[in-house]
């Protein structure tokens, strides 16, 4: 039984920093690891992932602003959000992929946390 479970969401001013967790259990790190976010009206949007491999990917909206990192010992991915705008806020998802391959479709992952807040003002 796979659980993500996330942590660091907030209230942050624009320019502002967050750094958002998410502890897995259940399930070994050599898997996909995403973070998605979801606004109210839209579907979710694939925000970064982290490969096995540690290869990355990140939306070009946050390129050069977030960086996805895991720790592999802790089952652990985190997403450091710096220079926060308006338009990242929004509820912040984990997801896992029981692949080596990340991919871009949300209905790739079937595993989820709850969700962290994240909002910008």
């Known amino acids: 039984h796979v659980q993500l479970v996330e942590s660091g969401g907030g209230s942050v001013q624009i320019g502002g920093t967050l750094r958002l967790s998410c502890a897995a259990s259940?399930?070994?790190?050599?898997?996909?690891m995403a973070w998605f976010r979801q606004v109210p009206g839209k579907g979710r949007e694939r925000v970064a992932t982290?490969?096995?491999?540690?290869?990355?990917y990140y939306l070009t909206a946050v390129k050069g602003r977030f960086t996805i990192a895991r720790e592999n010992a802790e089952n652990t991915v985190y997403l450091q959000m710096n220079d926060l705008r308006t338009d990242d806020t929004g509820m912040y998802y984990c997801?896992?992929?029981?692949?080596?391959?990340?991919?871009?479709?949300?209905?790739?992952?079937?595993?989820w946390g709850q969700g962290t807040q994240v909002t910008v003002s």
């Open positions: 997801a896992l992929r029981r692949s080596q391959y990340c991919s871009p479709e949300p209905h790739d992952y079937p595993d």
């Open positions: 259940g399930y070994k790190m050599t898997a996909c």
């Open positions: 982290i490969a096995a491999s540690g290869f990355s």
